[in-house]
């Protein structure tokens, strides 16, 4: 029930095309999704996050959308470019009070 | 600081060595948490402080693994007789809050040869 997976493992996907990452969880306590984005040799930096009172929520190019009765959520990043390439990690909480619970990643490069 | 330190930033050591790992996290942050991550790979829990309370060291693969934070601030990641199993790139981050708004440093790169 703590578990938060995350699907695709990777994915490639042309300049300019959409990507398109999904996470579902089991634990409807959880209601802080965050999305983290992660380059190599750093570690991962918060991207953009949702609570469970809106259905999506959009920070220029990226935007989560939020499905609360299927218990899922995804990333979608328009229009992608090379420099969005990098491994993108979901998470789930409980709020403040409780620790993220993470997916497994996905790897996302974007070709020219 | 404005952001979370880790040092050293690499380490190479040898196979039965101990080794430790520091991190700084950002004034304030009064939780810490240890992650590792192996190639290519997720990020695996390993410890977490919260304020003066105790520590979760549920995730600490063995007890060759510990853990201190001095003051509620310093964290020291110490693996006792290293492994080579034990390479991988060990990230420290720190919140305010325990689920909202981590800040992850930049990993040290652990390789045991």
């Known amino acids: 029930q703590q578990q938060v997976k995350q699907s695709p493992q990777s994915l490639i996907v042309q300049k300019g095309g959409i990507s398109i990452i999904n996470c579902a969880y089991e634990n409807t306590a959880f209601d802080y999704f965050p999305w983290y984005q992660q380059f190599p040799g750093k570690g991962p930096a918060l991207l953009i996050a949702i609570r469970p009172d809106v259905s999506e929520k959009k920070e220029g190019r990226f935007t989560i959308s939020f499905n609360k009765s299927a218990k899922q959520f995804s990333l979608h990043i328009m229009d992608s470019q090379p420099g969005d390439s990098a491994t993108y990690f979901c998470a789930a909480s409980k709020g403040s009070n409780y620790q993220l619970i993470w997916g497994a990643g996905t790897k996302l490069i974007i070709k020219p | 600081g404005a952001g979370v330190s880790q040092s050293p930033s690499n380490k190479v050591t040898e196979k039965g060595k101990d080794v430790e790992l520091r991190c700084d996290p950002i004034s304030g942050h009064t939780a810490l948490y240890w992650y590792r991550q192996s190639l290519g790979q997720g990020l695996e829990f390993l410890i977490y402080?919260?304020?003066?309370?105790?520590?979760?060291k549920s995730g600490l693969p063995s007890d060759r693994f510990s853990a201190e934070r001095t003051g509620g601030s310093v964290s020291t990641l110490t693996i006792q007789r290293t492994q080579q199993e034990d390479s991988a790139v060990y990230l420290c981050?720190?919140?305010?809050?325990?689920?909202?708004?981590?800040?992850f440093g930049s990993g040290t790169r652990l390789t045991v040869v």
């Open positions: 402080f919260q304020g003066n309370s105790a520590p979760d």
């Open positions: 981050a720190s919140s305010r809050g325990q689920g909202v708004g981590y800040t």
